[in-house]
Nanobody
Framework: QVQLVESGGGSVQTGGSLRLSCAASGHTKRRDECMAWFRQGPGREREQVARIDTNSRRAYVADSVKGRFTISRDSDKNTVYLRMNSLKPEDSGMYYC???????????????WGQGTQVTVSS
């Protein structure tokens, strides 16, 4: 049973930075798998923010956060990070980590999720 534990959320002012972490455990690590970050604001659908192929390290970042957010992975720690700079109020929401055998954009294709970590950006 895969366990994903997110941390690093908090409250910051516009322009601030946060680094989210997602530690994975309890599963047999595949040669290829995808770890992704999603977010969901009040009344909004869950959207993918970034994802990374853990073998090729090929990364994708959504246009809405490109140039501000960076996804990375520490293989030894089996942890994926989301570095968020120049935060805006519209970045506020619950941020979730998810894992899938392959990289997809839709949250429907991810069957293992963390509990989420809240990010609040005030103006």
């Amino acid at each position: 049973q895969v366990q994903l534990v997110e941390s690093g959320g908090g409250s910051v002012q516009t322009g601030g930075s946060l680094r989210l972490s997602c530690a994975a455990s309890g599963h047999t690590k595949r040669r290829d798998e995808c770890m992704a970050w999603f977010r969901q604001g009040p009344g909004r659908e869950r959207e993918q923010v970034a994802r990374i192929d853990t073998n090729s390290r090929r990364a994708y970042v959504a246009d809405s956060v490109k140039g501000r957010f960076t996804i990375s992975r520490d293989s030894d720690k089996n942890t994926v990070y989301l570095r968020m700079n120049s935060l805006k109020p519209e970045d506020s929401g619950m941020y979730y980590c998810a894992i899938s055998p392959y990289c997809y954009a839709s949250p429907a294709n991810y069957n293992s999720w963390g509990q989420g970590t809240q990010v609040t950006v005030s103006s």
